[in-house]
């Protein structure tokens, strides 16, 4: 049952319940035919009117029963599978939110949509289907075979003979059928990423006219969909009628027996439609139990899938009694930190990387309250330092220090709450400003949201007719590059975080707002530590300190005037932006 049985454990009564009222509903199936043998053997043969109505009532009062327990377990296996559905759904997107970004790196959006929209289906489809059918077929099969049996033992040999050969038939199709739908899966995973990067750059697509590359790229992974999907359910394609051929020979074969067994009076005309019947039945049963091990092999590959996401590692954290935690929630004045911000020898490669430092032995400390400028050409570790002090990733030596403490020692959540991030992209939602603010602080009043806004010079947006109330598109798309780039600062801002970390966050501002904007950070920095991390030197000479990184190594690090005095590749940045514009 693996990952199911919480589910399991949830909705065992209903559940069990569906169960139960299947198996009824099958024994009212298989009485059908032996009261038909005794209507024709006891009332039509012996020309009883009484006996008729006698099994007749009793043939109505169990197809009657059987409708009952039919529509019950239809009404709980709708309600118990989409329920399960929805709470797998729910924990699946728990998981993705606290992905490591170690785990996030490893699975594609793409496939983690997949993942969540049509494994899930599958998954709800299998609970449906043994709740509503499957656990039916086999009760029937069994049912129809021991009833023969008991009918006729003589003719029950021909059931046995189908069954196994029906049975082999079912484990070469699983057999088959799993790679082909594991297949079909991953294949499914492309059309989503091939349709996701599409929504993402269709501007890109516009602007560079390639439109007839994004179709072809999409004609090819949908063909291969089809190609895959057509594979997957070709077995079933062919076994589908090897079996109706086989049970036919069977009821072929049952008919001739029965026949000569008539003649010997080792068998009854009764018996034999009974027996004919329960053929019939065992034919739909094996049918659906084939049904039932093509879903199952499906949804074998999809828990697979699902499973995987379920297993991937979580966000670094500590057991809570391990943890240095602020005990307060947000960045609540109990639970705040002063902003004392420091790298010890700090040597890091990503886990999927070269293998090569992306940071090799790095320090500096800044006192709460300053501010460090971090500068040096693109490539060279300047958003990897701002990773390691979220603790997006650790550091494989050295250690990173927030308020003296290693941020290992500490619970991920207070690291997080004590930093305000202004990431490289200024990633907005869809919803209002007010909303996108309320991410750096969800009770925010209007009032903070303004000032957040003016501080970050973003008063065109008080200045709009809907103010805060503006509606921004999918990711901000109705706003410009330098106007997302605001809001996204006003969003660290409103954090009142004890440290703000802008990650080029300003590189979109023309130079006279940039200039605005960083007077009015600094302006209020007293209150906390900010780094900026730039390729920008007039964003760097503003900061108390400066940190020069190459290739991932400190080249350089002291006030301007300092650096512009020792320290070589800071005097060349300073010369080619500020010289080099005289
Ligand atoms: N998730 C990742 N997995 C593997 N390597 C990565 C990952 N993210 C970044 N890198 C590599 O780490 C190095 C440093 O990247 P980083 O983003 O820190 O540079 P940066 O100085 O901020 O660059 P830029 O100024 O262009 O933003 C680069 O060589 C980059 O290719």
Redesign the pocket.
């Known amino acids: 049952m693996g990952i199911y049985g919480k589910y399991f454990q949830k909705y065992k009564i209903p559940f069990l319940t569906a169960i139960f009222c299947v198996s009824c509903e099958a024994f009212c199936d298989l009485l059908g035919p032996t009261l038909m043998a005794r209507i024709i053997d006891s009332g039509i043969e012996r020309q009883d009117t009484g006996q008729v109505l006698h099994f007749g009532a009793l043939m109505i009062l169990v197809t009657g029963a059987g409708a009952v327990f039919a529509v019950i377990r239809n009404i709980l296996a709708s309600n118990v599978s989409q329920r399960a559905g929805k709470d797998l759904r729910g924990d699946l997107f728990e998981k993705i939110m606290h992905f490591s970004?170690a785990g996030a790196?490893r699975i594609e959006s793409g496939s983690l949509i997949t993942r969540m929209s049509n494994d899930t289906t599958q998954v709800i489809q299998f609970i449906n289907g043994i709740m509503r059918i499957f656990m039916k077929a086999p009760v029937t099969c069994i049912g129809s075979i021991i009833l023969a049996t008991f009918l006729n033992w003589r003719l029950s040999f021909i059931i046995y003979g189908v069954v196994a050969a029906v049975a082999a038939m079912i484990i070469l199709s699983m057999k088959l059928s799993y790679p082909r739908f594991a297949v079909l899966q991953k294949a499914m995973d492309q059309v989503n990423r091939v349709v996701q990067e599409y929504l993402i750059g269709v501007r890109l697509v516009k602007a560079f006219g390639t439109y007839e590359e994004e179709e072809n790229q999409f004609n090819n992974v949908n063909r291969n969909l089809m190609d895959s999907s057509i594979r997957a359910q070709m077995i079933i394609t062919y076994i589908a009628p090897i079996l109706n051929l086989t049970v036919g020979i069977g009821t072929a074969a049952a008919v001739y027996l029965g026949a000569r067994l008539f003649k010997i009076e080792l068998a009854n005309p009764g018996d034999i439609s009974a027996f004919i019947i329960y053929m019939a039945q065992i034919l739909s049963s094996l049918l659906i139990i084939t049904n039932i091990f093509n879903t199952f092999v499906r949804t074998k590959a999809s828990t697979q899938r699902i499973k995987e996401v379920l297993d991937q590692e979580e966000d670094l954290s500590l057991p809570e009694e391990m943890a240095y935690q602020a005990d307060g929630s947000g960045t609540g004045e109990e639970g705040r930190l002063k902003g004392e911000v420091a790298f010890s020898h700090v040597t890091f490669s990503?886990p999927?990387?070269s293998g090569l430092p992306?940071l090799e032995d790095v320090s500096f400390h800044i006192r709460p309250g300053r501010s460090l400028a971090v500068i040096?050409p693109?490539?060279?570790?300047?958003?990897?330092l701002a990773w390691l002090l979220l603790r997006f990733y650790d550091a494989d030596e050295g250690e990173v220090l927030l308020d003296g403490t290693d941020v290992r020692r500490m619970d991920v959540r207070t690291v997080r709450q004590n930093i305000a991030l202004v990431p490289?992209k200024p990633m907005l939602f869809s919803g209002t400003v007010l909303e996108n603010l309320r991410w750096g602080k969800s009770d925010a009043k209007k009032k903070e949201a303004e000032a957040a806004l003016q501080a970050a010079e973003g008063s065109f947006i008080l200045q709009a007719a809907e103010g805060l109330d503006k509606n921004l598109g999918s990711a901000g798309v109705n706003l410009s590059g330098g106007q997302k780039q605001r809001v996204s600062i006003a969003r660290g801002i409103i954090k009142n975080a004890p440290v703000l970390v802008l990650d080029?966050a300003t590189s979109a501002l023309d130079a006279i707002t940039e200039a605005r904007v960083r007077k009015n950070l600094l302006q209020g920095r007293q209150k906390r530590t900010t780094v900026f991390?730039t390729?920008r030197c007039t964003t760097a000479m503003a900061a108390d300190d400066i940190l020069v990184?190459e290739n991932g190594r400190c080249m350089g690090y002291g006030t301007h005037e300092e650096l512009m005095e020792n320290c070589r590749i800071y005097q060349e940045i300073y010369q080619s932006q500020i010289e080099g514009r005289r």
């Open positions: 970004e790196d990503y999927g990387g992306v040096g693109t490539g060279s570790g300047k958003s990897t490289q080029d991390i390729q990184l």
